[in-house]
């Protein structure tokens, strides 16, 4: 099983970037998105179940990020719009068989490697 993410970049304030995630080798029922600033610990984005109907957000990213994914293509994403300074993060995705939209890290058994979005003011 792998997870590969990609989408990171250098952009301004206020810019907007889309984040990808490709799993292979199964199905996930959750996909998530965590992010991990420099000397801080990996902190919860956004979840979504497997319909896509199911979504839960970070408080602080909620109207400006959107979770979404493509279950044809066994792909999340992380449409993130209106980036601030303060989103600077190296992106992580994450996917798990159980449902549920947990915020834990804990609970998330499959990891990408981390894609890197830096914001400038």
């Known amino acids: 099983v792998q997870l590969q993410a990609s989408g990171g970049g250098l952009v301004q304030a206020g810019d907007s970037l889309r984040l990808s995630c490709a799993a292979s080798?199964?199905?996930?029922?959750?996909m998530a998105w965590f992010r991990q600033a420099l000397g801080q610990e990996r902190e919860f984005v956004g979840a979504i179940n497997l319909s896509g109907v199911r979504k839960n957000y970070l408080d602080s990213v909620k109207g400006r990020f959107i979770i979404s994914r493509d279950n044809a293509k066994n792909t999340v994403y992380l449409q993130m719009n209106s980036l601030k300074p303060e989103d600077t993060a190296v992106y992580f995705c994450a996917a798990k068989v159980q449902t549920g939209l947990s915020m834990a890290t804990t609970d998330y058994y499959h990891w990408g490697q981390g894609t890197l979005v830096t914001v400038s003011s």
């Open positions: 080798g199964r199905a996930f029922s959750t």
